[in-house]
């Protein structure tokens, strides 16, 4: 099968997968080690092509991370640059603090959720380290997309701790994304810049003037008196 740009053994795109499966690996082994280390991780892990499968997944669409996993559309899907960029700013802002072990870099926000998304899903398809994307998650099927979450979401390890209310987080601040305006919104000018992708998903007409105010009152009646 061909990636994206070639053939899915790219030996760039596959040592970038490993690096971050790798941080991913470190990072969650020594979450809740008291003899982590401050070594830091190998390399950071691939957190844009994290996030597109996320949006992929949440919201399939004509894009490559929708294609990729085996269900996508003859439309605009959640895989925009708008929603990726205002994703990582959402898990930036959302998560500052990190989130992953001393040896995993300490890595907060976007970067611990890329981490410990690709963990899972090396966890979940081995085989995913290779592909035309560098994050193992975007190379998942959309099923084994959906069998991360399901791990994530009942692994006892995080039970009391900050990733029980991340995990959760991470589907559903992917789909205000995907349907919000940002896909189409230069953040600078404060301004819309074409349609955007939530408002073509909900076939939405866009923003209206309103209505003309009423003129007069009906057949004469401006009162009613008991």
């Known amino acids: 099968m061909d990636g994206i740009d070639g053939p899915v053994w790219n030996r ?5 997968g490993m690096t971050g499966t790798a941080a991913a690996l470190v990072g969650v082994t020594c979450l809740f080690s008291t003899e982590a280390t401050a070594r830091p991780a190998a390399g950071a892990p691939p957190v844009r092509d994290t996030i597109g499968g996320i949006l992929a997944f949440v919201v399939p669409g004509n894009d490559p991370y929708s294609r990729r996993q085996g269900m996508s559309t003859d439309r605009v899907g959640g895989a925009t640059d708008g929603a990726a960029a205002s994703l990582e700013r959402t898990f930036d802002h959302a998560s500052p603090v990190p989130l992953l072990g001393r040896a ?23 085989r995913s380290v290779a592909g035309p994307f560098a994050a193992p998650f975007a190379n998942l099927s959309h099923a084994a997309k959906a069998r991360v979450f399901e791990l994530l979401d009942t ?26 305006e940002v896909s189409a919104f230069d ?13 073509e998903l909900t076939r939405y007409d866009g923003v209206g003037d309103g209505w003309d ?11 009613i008196e008991d």
């Open 213 to 223: 105010e009423f003129d007069g009152y009906y057949r004469g009646v401006d009162r």
């Open 155 to 180: 692994d006892p390890q995080f039970s009391g701790t900050m990733l029980t209310y991340v995990v959760n987080a991470i589907p559903t601040l992917a789909a205000f994304a995907a349907y919000s």
């Open 104 to 126: 995993a870099g300490n890595l907060p926000g976007a970067a611990a959720v890329a981490a410990l998304v690709n963990m899972y899903a090396v966890t979940v398809d081995a």
């Open 12 to 16: 760039r795109r596959f040592l970038a």
């Open 187 to 199: 953040p600078g000018r404060r301004v819309l810049t074409g349609r955007p992708a939530g408002w």
